[in-house]
C-alpha cells in the first residue's frame, strides 16, 4: 500500500525533474530498480537498506500534465520483515515523517513553479 500525491507539472518539466532529483540526492535519496513483487519492477528513489533502517521509497510518475508522488516503507531484516506501507498509521512514524518531509519539498517546488512566468526555473 502507498501514499500518492498528485501535482501539476509545472513550465518546463525537464528543469523540474533535475531539480527533483537534487531534492532526492541532497535527501540521501538514491535511485534504484525495484523489484516489486505485486507489480512489474520499478524505477524508484530509495534510503535506507531495509534490514538495519526501514527502507523508505519514493517514486515519480510523470504523466501528460502531472506528476503522481508515490511514497512508502518497507522492511526485509530478520528480526521485523513487512511488505510496503503507506505513508499514514503510527508504526515507524519518525521514518514515514522524514519520508512525507522530502514528498512535501517536492510539491513545494511544483507549487512554487506554477507561479513562475514560462522561461523562469525554480531556485
Known sequence: MRTAVSVPLPPMPEA?????????????????HYKNPEKQDEVVWKRGDGYIVVAQYIKLDYQQNQLVISGWVRSGSIIISFPERSLDGFYGFAVKDSTKKTIDKIVALAQQGQNLPNGQQAQ
Not at 16 to 32: C, S
Open 16 to 32: 523540474f525533474h533535475e531539480a527533483v532529483k537534487v531534492i532526492l540526492t541532497n535527501d540521501k535519496f538514491k535511485e534504484i
